[in-house]
């Protein structure tokens, strides 16, 4: 027999070979094991090594998968792999190209929580000595929250509660999802550069790692350590931490007692007032007392003097009453001033601005439906106007008085004087309804 004829394959050719049967073969597998030689060149790429105790291959994650790890890749990182495998044919050597990469035994978020947590730290962003204490009785205070959530409810409710007096500005912001994060740091860039705001509170209700992540963004947390005014977080439920809390001035466990720490009890603060009054002129009549007790008990040795302390004494009591006096009328004007408040407050409520606005909608729209028709019966005067302008110069309005137009056939020119014309010559007349063709049988001169 016959020996068979040699196949001889070039390098390429074999490599192109062994691609295409360990594609087909593995087209999709997982693979574990521990990131090594991990080396991240300009073009976004990830290109590293996956070994075990005995063994090794190459892995190689591209820029679009890349950007979508929400941590950092680290050598000596446990990861769960997902890819085909392929072979790199410059080199000959078989990889992994991969579709997905997890860590090993911790969240891929968790472990993106934990490496941008130690980064700030390093900054010293999170550090005890950045913290700065909270308006005893701020003027007004910004929320940064989402409009139709439960947080801003409670907030509101407690704020209302506690100090009605206090003002509220508020920056809607979404508090999930793509885009949250840029938002909520911009509100607070703005309400802190504002200074209309004396205290911020930043957060939103409970929900999952995933639904609370954009308060752990880099942005929203140096946003909040930069604000011009003191931060309030109050992101979730007390079991929920996030970066933005660690660099917040005051970290609430929810949202109605953020509200809490930034608002103080209005009606307690009228107390301690009243109380603080009564005792100072408690205070001033004991003073008074024991100022005659000692200028009686000195009055025997100096002739004269038991009269000039009299003097002394009575004008200690005119002092005394005008003291309690404007103390009680101060008192009550503070009382009147907490009234106006209330009041003003009223007037300005969201409410009452919209009921005083639902009373000019009908006046409004009677005079935009008056001018609108004024405007049109002036459109249709002027389109009558100019429809008659253009009929007089019409052509056809001409014909229709009697006239008509003369055309050479064929060519169409227009015939102006009789001389333009000869005898036996076809013309078109043109009349207001319909047209007539003519032999000319005799050319007339004017008379």
């Not at 860590?103 to 993106?112: D, R, S, T, V, Y």
């Not at 409670?154 to 508090?175: A, E, N, Q």
């Not at 999802?177 to 509170?201: F, T, Y």
């Not at 007349?429 to 000319?440: F, I, M, S, Y």
């Amino acid at each position: 027999m016959g020996a068979h004829p040699r196949q001889i394959l070039t390098v390429s050719e074999l490599t192109l070979l062994v691609r295409d049967r360990l594609e087909q073969s593995f087209p999709d597998i997982w693979v574990e094991g521990e990131v090594s030689n991990l080396r991240t060149p300009s073009s976004g790429h990830l290109y590293f090594t996956l070994k075990d105790q005995s063994s090794q291959i190459r892995a190689v994650l591209f820029r679009a998968g890349a950007q979508r790890l929400r941590f950092a890749l680290q050598e000596g990182l446990q990861v769960i792999v997902r890819g085909r495998l392929t072979v790199y044919e410059p080199r000959g050597e078989y990889q992994v190209v991969l579709d997905y990469l997890e860590p090993k035994g911790i969240g891929a978020l968790q472990i993106a929580f934990e490496q941008l947590k130690e980064k700030l730290a390093r900054e010293g962003l999170f550090d005890q000595s950045r913290k700065r204490p909270l308006p005893f009785l701020p003027r007004r205070v910004g929320l940064v929250t989402s409009e139709s959530g439960a947080a801003i409810h409670d907030i509101l409710t407690v704020l209302r509660r506690r100090c009605p007096i206090l003002g509220v500005l508020i920056y809607p912001v979404p508090v999930q999802g793509e885009g949250a994060a840029p938002r909520i740091a911009e509100a607070i860039r703005a309400l802190g550069a504002s200074g209309a705001v004396d205290v911020m509170i930043v957060g939103r209700g409970g929900g999952s790692l995933e639904d609370l992540w954009c308060f752990n963004d880099e942005v929203v947390v140096r946003a909040i350590a930069d604000s011009a005014v003191p931060v309030v977080s109050a992101v979730g439920h007390e079991i929920d931490f996030t970066l933005a809390d660690f660099a917040a001035d005051y970290r609430a466990p929810t949202p109605s007692a953020a509200a809490e720490a930034v608002a103080p009890v209005l009606d307690d603060l009228v107390r301690a007032l009243l109380d603080a009054g009564v005792r100072q002129e408690r205070a001033i009549q004991m003073q008074l007392t024991l100022a005659r007790h000692r200028a009686q008990d000195r009055s025997g040795a100096l002739p004269g003097l038991m009269l000039r302390v009299q003097r002394h004494a009575q004008h200690l009591d005119d002092l005394a009453g005008r003291l309690g006096s404007s103390v009680k009328e101060s008192l009550v004007t503070l009382q009147q001033r907490l009234t106006a408040c209330r009041h003003a407050l009223g007037m300005y409520s969201p409410l009452a601005r919209v009921k005083r606005a639902l009373v000019l909608v009908p006046q409004l729209m009677k005079r935009v439906e008056q001018r609108m028709l004024a405007v049109l019966a002036f459109r249709r005067q002027l389109v009558r106007s100019l429809a008659a302008t253009l009929d007089s110069l019409s052509p056809l309005a001409i014909l229709a008085r009697g006239y008509s137009i003369v055309q050479t056939v064929p060519g169409g020119a227009i015939v102006k004087r009789a001389r333009d014309v000869s005898v036996g010559d076809e013309v078109r007349a043109r009349l207001a309804e319909g047209q007539l063709l003519c032999d000319v049988r005799e050319i007339l001169s004017d008379p």
